[in-house]
């Protein structure tokens, strides 16, 4: 709850700032926060727009502006990581050698590693930036060099997936949530109850609404996920699932 409160106070300072012409930007945002953002600032009647320093990244910073502003106004940097090993670091390794310089987490934005250059990106505030420039030396005990980048030079790797198979007995969130997550009904919509879903970018409070074919979703401490498939199977009315799941 007080997490909650000081987003809600952070993104009312950002409000009146903008309301006096001025243009503000927050720190990085989960795709969570950037719902309750959008919803807060829809509200205020401020315009919000979001950019996390390339259009696959999922944590990006919120902005209010009397202005359009460029993707170069964001305060967003890209750095790459080389070094011999990195195929063996996790993302814990990496946000873990990057809270050890005394960051915050919303200073982070993406950790994307790219197994088939044998480079990770990292997407920073640009203050955070320099200190991980001038600080950094190793991850997860991996001696590693580091190198700013365009942003918009940048290209990402495709994401990987697990495929996940399964049956449900509707498209409501509560049951698929159920079937995916092998949980009981009831803990699936106490799931949903608390805001811990979030699909195609927005939060998900009722229960029957459908994850259908296409979209895409986020269940907090459970993942990314995509559903590649949902049609009727057999004569008891079953939903067939594949959902592929974000390494």
């Known amino acids: 709850m007080e997490k909650e409160k000081l987003l809600e106070a952070r993104l009312a300072d950002m409000a009146r700032a903008a309301g006096s012409g001025k243009t503000r930007f927050s720190p990085f945002l989960s795709e969570t926060e950037q719902a309750e953002a959008e919803g807060f600032f829809a509200r205020v009647g401020a315009v919000c727009r979001f950019y996390g320093g390339n259009p696959d990244v999922t944590r990006k910073m919120a902005c209010v502006s009397p202005y359009e502003p460029s993707e170069d106004d964001y305060p967003v940097s890209v750095l790459s990581v080389k070094g011999y090993g990195l195929e063996k670091l996790s993302h814990r390794d990496y946000l873990g050698a990057l809270m050890s310089l005394g960051l915050e987490r919303d200073a982070v934005g993406d950790i994307v590693p790219d197994p088939s250059s044998g480079t990770a990106y990292i997407f920073l505030t640009d203050t955070a930036a320099e200190l991980v420039l001038a600080e950094l030396s190793s991850v997860g005990g991996v001696s590693v060099t580091l190198r700013r980048e365009r942003p918009e030079r940048v290209l990402l790797p ?17 049951a698929v949530l159920a079937s995916l997550l092998k949980l009981s009904r009831d803990r699936a919509a106490e ?47 079953r939903i067939s699932y594949l959902i592929k799941k974000y390494k």
């Open 191 to 237: 799931l949903i109850d608390s805001g811990a879903l979030i699909a195609d970018g927005k939060p998900v409070l009722k229960r029957e609404k459908e994850l259908a074919e296409g979209a895409v979703f986020t269940v907090k401490g459970a993942g990314k996920f995509k559903v590649d498939y949902a049609e009727p199977r057999g004569k008891k009315d």
């Open 158 to 174: 495709a994401p990987e997936f697990e495929d996940i198979s399964f049956s449900a007995s509707s498209k409501r969130a509560d």
